[in-house]
């Protein structure tokens, strides 16, 4: 089924389609997700949850239906667990303010998280005077299970959140979350998951991982921009303040008071982006419609052609561990001597190889091993195939060769 799924996406087609390997950036669209955000406009376009009229009315059904296929796709208990946000960003956001927090509190994060994931809990700790602590990875970037432990023992009764990325986007490399949450749970703490780089390339299945929070991106999903999504267990959700009060987020006002509405509108405060809602189930339709493990495996395969091209080069080493499989699509490369900016657009110009250059939000881990310039990120997804990567390798071992 992957081998024909490259037609259903427009950008794809036509003579000289590029090698499009930016997708822990943001995916392609797919005709269908275009499809659905051209008939919310030109059929339907009007206010879901607030107009009666038949415009609203379609809107709130096909808005409720798209929350009702995400909340399966994640195995949430319920629907009314699913909010839409902007972006994971958002999402992340909306639990950290969104609790009540005590000063000393500690909450423990990774050292290779996305700015996402670690500037709300600085904030915090500038503002509400938490604790932040970060956990060291091993020397190839994977996790190391004994030192969260400690961290957790160390915090003891003051642990409150453990916040950590799924896939890290630096390098691909998984958690462990089911250990890590039984870890956290047994110390008192929740647990929230960045799941921006796992929700589009796996099986992520909230039950059986057993967590508190999950934040992800539709954007990353084969949806469209300007779209994520917030899951939490409900009864934590029902706890959280709003981050954006007004409108549905309440469910009666006063000129001296208001009375807030249930998850998930109370969360959805303003007038929503329903296209993108919409647009949102379709892209779960077409992700539903594959195999996540076999999308899965698609994108190790995919790396093993890049890692075995690209590992011996002069001047560059992978970052993480050599073995692809435990890197899922991702191959981001350290380039001593060669600017990567330059070099990604000298793939782009020669060879209309599209890659991600820079610090990739994962500052903290580039200043404190003192990478600057950041990495180089080729990242693979459904609609690649070998010829892309292939493309990518060749291309760069020329850049190399030529530069170094």
């Known amino acids: 089924m992957l081998n024909n799924c490259r037609n259903d996406f427009p950008t794809l087609q036509g003579e000289n389609p590029p090698a499009y390997l930016d997708n822990a950036c943001v995916t392609l669209k797919p005709q269908s997700v275009i499809d659905s955000i051209h008939r919310y406009y030109t059929e339907t376009p009007g206010c879901g949850g607030r107009s009666v009229h038949r415009y609203g009315t379609a809107v709130s059904k096909a808005v409720a239906d798209a929350r009702t296929k995400l909340g399966s796709f994640l195995n949430a208990a319920t629907p009314n667990e699913i909010v839409f946000t902007r972006n994971a960003t958002h999402s992340i956001n909306q639990i950290a303010h969104g609790m009540t927090w005590n000063k000393g509190d500690v909450v423990l994060t990774s050292d290779r998280e996305h700015n996402s994931n670690l500037v709300p809990w600085l904030q915090l700790e500038q503002e509400q005077g938490i604790d932040h602590r970060v956990v ?72 059986a991982l057993d967590i508190d929070f999950l934040s992800f991106s539709i954007h990353k999903m084969c949806g469209p921009s300007g779209m994520g999504g917030l899951w939490g267990r409900y009864e934590l959700l029902d706890g959280l303040r709003t981050i954006q009060s007004g409108g549905q987020t309440v469910a009666s006002s006063t000129y001296t008071d208001a009375t807030w509405a249930k998850p998930p509108a109370r969360f959805e405060g303003g007038l929503g982006n ?20 076999a999308v899965h495996e698609h994108e190790i395969k995919l790396n093993q052609i890049m890692t075995d091209g690209v590992k011996d080069l002069p001047g560059l080493s992978i970052i993480g561990p050599e073995d692809p499989r435990k890197r899922g699509g991702i191959c981001s490369l350290l380039m001593d001597g060669l600017p990567a900016h330059d070099v990604a657009l000298l793939l782009d110009e020669a060879a209309g190889v599209m890659v991600r250059s820079g610090q990739h939000c994962v500052h903290s881990w580039f200043a404190d091993r003192g990478h600057p310039q950041g990495s180089l990120r080729a990242s693979a997804y459904l609609y690649n195939n070998e010829d892309d990567v292939r493309r990518f390798v060749d291309t760069l071992t020329e850049i190399v060769h030529t530069l170094g």
């Open 136 to 207: 060291p990875s091993q020397a190839d970037n994977s996790f190391d299970m004994e030192a969260f432990e400690a961290a957790c023992a160390d915090a003891g009764e003051r642990l409150k959140m453990v916040a950590m990325s799924h896939v890290g986007n630096l390098d691909g490399v998984e958690i462990p979350i089911a250990e890590v949450t039984k870890v956290a749970h047994d110390h008192g703490a929740l647990v929230a998951i960045d799941g921006a780089q796992s929700t589009p390339h796996m099986n992520v299945d909230v039950q």
């Open 274 to 293: 329903f296209s993108g809602m919409m647009a949102t189930g379709a892209a779960i339709d077409y992700l539903a419609g594959l195999d996540m493990n």
